[in-house]
């Protein structure tokens, strides 16, 4: 774990009270490989941290970056409740505030753990022991003032698959969906814990947690969470398919209005709308249909301009279908391609309907040669 600070060793940092908090140290209990540091400063104020080279980047409380690492470097801090949602909070950041303080404030116990330079743990709330027994606990009550909370709660529940629940910290969630905490959430906050949930293993799980504490229908309402649609994304995920990927399978029994509500980037966006129509046209486009049913469907999700996005929309098709070949489809794809519509135009005399004829013909002619081998 004190390897955690090896590339600290710098003037910039000499003399600080500094700690690594959350997730490295998390992960490095379970034996995973941290990802970024979070650094906490005790007892420091922004004169001193400016004084030794490092730039302020935050807005609501003091963050810092390192004037080597980049790294964030975030003054211990405590916050206090002034308003409804995530963002009615007020900050106190100051030498007075000590690191049990600022652990306090977090969400759960397992990202309530500090370490210091000679490796030792500061664990005020019991976080080592819940990471051994896989429990992903509350902090305290103050969990129910901050509705985001209840998203990481799911999205660590994807992520650790093999960790409970504690029960009470699930009746806070419950809470947060009674008092109307959830319904201040903005759409781009619910993405980023969604996006983030949706590209662990165990993505279903995430909804899940949502739904059993209530919040699912609020979150992300006209979202159909079923057995069918639980089963296509755990195949997703097995398969190793991207966000856009889960995020079609996830929504391919849903309403049209969630994307207003989720703000997904316009590649899910796109994936999810057009997914429904492949998974209805597939079947009936099967080797005995022919040519016909094949350009029909390449035609309809534009397979022809977009390549790429019709290969990704096949890898989710196959998630939820038996017997979709991507490799049979890119070969019909490719074929109907490599037919010269320039050529076409031009004999056509640029007549638009002679085009639009000659153009489907010579598409059509090209997929039963491809059928046939001739």
């Known amino acids: 774990m004190t390897a955690l600070f090896a590339a600290q060793d710098d003037p910039a940092v000499a003399g600080l ?84 303080d600022d652990l306090r404030r977090r969400d759960l116990t397992v990202n309530a753990i500090a370490l210091a330079s000679d490796g030792t743990l500061v664990d005020p709330l019991g976080g080592v022991a819940d990471v051994r027994a896989r429990v992903l606990r509350h902090t305290g009550p103050a969990f129910v003032e901050d509705p985001v909370r209840l998203l990481r709660l799911a999205r660590f529940a994807a992520r650790f698959h093999d960790f409970s629940i504690a029960p009470e910290t699930l009746e806070l969630c419950r809470a947060l969906v009674r008092d109307g ?101 597939l079947p009936h486009a099967a080797e005995s249909d022919g040519p016909a049913a094949w350009l029909a469907l390449l035609e309809s999700c534009d397979a022809l301009r ?18 979709v070949d991507p490799a049979v489809w890119m070969q019909r794809q490719a074929a109907v391609r490599a037919v010269d519509a320039g050529a076409i135009a031009r004999a056509a005399g640029g007549d638009a309907a002679r085009i639009r004829d000659a153009l489907c013909v010579a598409r059509l002619q090209a997929l039963e040669r491809l059928r046939t081998g001739a």
């Open 181 to 281: 905490e959830v319904d201040a959430l903005v759409p781009e906050r619910i993405w980023q814990e969604f996006a983030k949930g949706l590209m662990t293993d165990h993505p279903g799980r995430m909804l899940d947690v949502l739904d059993e504490s209530g919040a699912l229908e609020r979150v992300a309402p006209g979202l159909v969470w079923r057995a069918d649609v639980a089963a296509g994304l755990a195949q997703g995920a097995t398969r190793g398919l991207d966000l856009a990927g889960r995020y079609a399978l996830l929504c391919r029994c849903s309403a049209p209005s969630l994307q207003d509500r989720l703000r997904a980037p316009s590649a899910c966006r796109d994936l999810a709308r057009l997914l429904p129509g492949v998974l209805e046209r």
């Open 17 to 100: 009270d500094v700690y690594i908090v959350g997730g490295a140290v998390r992960d490095g209990l379970l034996g995973l490989q941290a990802g970024d540091r979070d650094w906490v400063v005790v007892g420091a104020s922004p004169e001193i941290m400016a004084a030794r080279g490092f730039t302020p980047v935050g807005g609501d409380f003091p963050v810092f970056l390192h004037p080597r690492t980049r790294e964030e470097y975030a003054l211990a801090r405590t916050e206090r409740k002034s308003g409804r949602g995530y963002r009615g909070f007020v900050f106190h950041a100051g030498p007075d505030v000590t690191l049990e």
């Open 306 to 323: 977009r390549p790429e996005r019709f290969e990704a929309l096949l890898a989710a098709a196959g998630c939820v279908l038996e017997g």
